[in-house]
């Protein structure tokens, strides 16, 4: 039987020049004596999409160290809620942790994060809105300003206060009871919460600071926005629509109720009006 009772899946595109510092600081902190999590029960998967950019000889030689970590290149899939989705199928943990490759989700909050998650707390949160926590001051405005407003966009579809946030844990059973998840968005946390239909008192609220990328570039580009939008399109029409068939519904009554009410008013449905003609 494994011994493997938790899983950090890292999706990754082009981040060689962090993984090595990600890896190292992940087990570095769940080996401090205070750490709520046995580093001998953690695995760490990268789900790389083919970078070719010297991922796969870093994560050999991490392995050849001793570090637990594997990496899967996928050559004919692209996407990061794609990843994140195949790296928690190949999970052996039962508590799954997702993490930027880049090291804006601290690594030290790894501990914390994975033993937030219990049969009653079925979600973990990375939260970069909570009191005592702070966004780093280098984060262009311009990202600030689009996830306020993504978030506000998100608000009637969860309780949750960051549910933007890249940095989120799940428990497998659940997971495995997600259905229609949408492998093209970017935003995989907000996905599972709803498809999981996760109330507010299963998850696991953890506040971090969210700090800037270490190395390499962000892949969000207009085009993820323009995903974005259309993800919370069919996420509203998941959870609202029976409600959005019966307002157009009700809508449709009011209307035609009050075209006879207009028309009468002016004698066209009035019997007697229309016989004089
Ligand atoms: N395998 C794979 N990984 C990807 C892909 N696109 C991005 N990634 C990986 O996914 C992680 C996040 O990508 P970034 O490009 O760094 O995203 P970001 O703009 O910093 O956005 C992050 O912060 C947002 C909060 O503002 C989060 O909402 C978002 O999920 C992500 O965590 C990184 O490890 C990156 O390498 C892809 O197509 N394939």
């Avoid at 692209?78 to 190949?90: K, Y």
């Avoid at 030290?108 to 702070?134: C, I, N």
């Avoid at 306020?148 to 799940?170: E, H, K, N, V, Y």
Wanted: glycine share 8%.
């Amino acid at each position: 039987m494994s011994s493997i009772r938790y899983s950090v899946i890292v999706p990754a595109f082009r981040e060689n020049g962090n993984i090595r510092a990600l890896v190292t600081r992940i087990f570095g902190a769940l080996a401090q004596v205070n750490s709520p999590v046995n580093p001998a029960e953690v695995e760490v998967i990268i789900v790389d999409d083919n970078s070719r950019d010297g991922s796969v000889e870093t994560v050999e030689g991490l392995r050849r160290e001793g570090y637990n970590v594997r990496i899967i290149v996928r050559t004919t899939e692209r996407g990061l809620s794609s990843a994140v989705v195949r790296g928690f199928r190949e999970a052996q943990g039962d508590s799954m942790l997702c993490m930027d490759a880049d090291l804006q989700h601290p690594p030290e909050y790894v501990p914390a994060m994975l033993a937030s998650m219990s049969p009653t707390k079925q979600f973990a949160l990375g939260t970069r809105y909570a009191a005592g926590v702070e966004i780093d001051e280098g984060w262009p405005l311009y990202r600030r300003v689009i996830s306020s407003g993504a978030r506000m966009l998100a608000l009637p579809l969860t309780s949750a206060s960051d549910p933007m946030s890249g940095f989120f844990g799940i428990r497998k059973e659940t997971f495995l009871k997600a259905r229609n998840l949408n492998s093209d968005g970017f935003k995989i946390a907000l996905d599972l919460l709803v498809k999981c239909a996760i109330p507010g008192d299963a998850i696991a609220e953890v506040p971090f600071s969210f700090g800037v990328r270490a190395e390499g570039e962000s892949k969000l580009t207009g085009k993820v926005m323009i995903r974005y939008l259309e993800q919370l399109a069919e996420l509203y029409w998941y959870s609202f629509s029976s409600l959005i068939v019966f307002a157009a519904i009700l809508l449709f009554v009011v209307f035609v109720l009050l075209a006879r009410s207009v028309l009468s008013s002016y004698g066209g449905l009035d019997g007697k009006a229309q016989s004089k003609y």
